[in-house]
């Protein structure tokens, strides 16, 4: 099928383009980009304007629940919410149950996304057997299949002698570990940034030092091993200090920030105790959230993902102390980054475009997709104007604990092609059929 977007405003830095174009896709690739083009016999046209076209965003940290906690969400339902909220790609994090730990797990998560017909899902492989920390798992059989990267996410890997090995191993595969810093023995029973917060309410507090204690020890392990190493989930002004330390010697780290962490602050948890301002990391300070939109906007942080953690009614609705960690976060990521940062004028869009396309597909050593002639048609394109009201019928994820039930944003993708194949027509989700 053909497809002839008329009108488009592109945005792809990786090609210096940032102007109204028409864009021509033939089978799975671009055929062509350029001014009034013709449409060849039996393509769709489709009237683009007003529209910005981009290459296919990427979300690089969901968890898709599939196997194990398929009453959260499955790969077929994830992959929904991802095509709703404008991705081409995803990377599936590995705590799944069992543990995607052998190329058997990596393989399952790869044949479920294709039967899906929807997004590309890149499976990350775990660092050790189980998440447990304890023996290393079976990387180079995960990258054989497939696995774009290794984390034991859900966990820090406690022992600095086992993350040493790992990041050895690892770096022999041209991948990158991607490392949820957390130090259990200082986060214990946190359940809330400690300070203000949990003060104020009276739970236990889960301190910024957790994180960035383990942030340093994993940057020195990088510059020991050479492994390349992704901070998931920055949640602290301090912690992105630590990396932008990193950066300016030259080594290898890059990291990533989440919605939440960037829009919401612990001043948003009151005593009305709304179990979806709970996550790990937890939401942090003013002050950190104010550092963490600098990081996006200065280059510091390199990808924005959703840590999109699906969790059921009963698992939220109930204590703050026995509440699950995480939020649902596909569908409202672009919307959020485009009302708060984009919009008002404060973020380029072509910055967007770096960090929620062109640096994910870099971190997954995935092959780039650019707005040019014979790149893979991924794409996904936006209507600034949309106003979108996050509602539990909107969201088509499995789950719907989102932070933002109730709120009205303004921008989401209208449109998404995947190798050539419109996943997402008008805001409607509709899967590959062949
Ligand atoms: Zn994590």
Known sequence: MAYLLKGAHVVDPQVGLDDVRDVLIDGEKIAAVGEALEAPEGACVIDASGKYLVPGLVD???HFRDPGFEYKETIET??????????????????????TDTGAEVRYQIDRAREAGLCHVRPIGALTVGEKGEQLAEIGDMVMEGA?????????????????????????FDRV???????????THGVINEGRASTRLGMFGWP??????????DIELCRMTGCALHIAHISTGKGLDLVRAAKAEGLPVTCEVAPH??????????????????????????????????GVLDGSIDCIVTDHAPHAPHEKDCEWEIAF??????ETSLPLMLTNLVLPGTMSWSRLVEVMAVNPRACLRLPEVRVEAGSAADLTLIDPA???????EWLQSRSKNSAWLGATLTGAASDVFVDGHRTLTEGVVTPRTA
């Not at 570990?177 to 986060?187: D, G, K, P, R």
């Not at 960690?325 to 596909?330: C, N, S, T, Y």
Request: hydrophobic share 40%; glycine share 8%; proline share 4%.
């Open 148 to 172: 774009v990267a290794f984390s034991d996410d859900g966990h820090g890997v406690q022992s600095a002698g086992m993350m040493r090995t790992c990041m050895e191993y690892v770096s022999q």
């Open 177 to 187: 570990v991607s490392a949820h810093c957390e130090i259990e023995s200082l986060t």
């Open 208 to 217: 910024a030092l957790g994180e960035e204690l383990e942030i340093y020890r």
């Open 78 to 99: 994830g992959a929904r919410a991802a095509t709703h909220g404008g991705f081409t790609d995803v990377a599936t994090m590995p705590n799944t149950d069992p543990v």
């Open 60 to 62: 690089m940290h969901v």
């Open 386 to 392: 949309a106003e979108v009201t996050v509602t539990p």
């Open 325 to 330: 960690f995480g939020i649902v976060g596909l």
């Open 261 to 294: 962490h960037l829009f919401l602050s612990e001043d948003d948890v009151t005593d009305a105790y709304d179990t979806n301002l709970k996550m790990n990391p937890p939401l942090r300070t003013a002050a950190d959230a104010a550092a963490l939109r600098a």
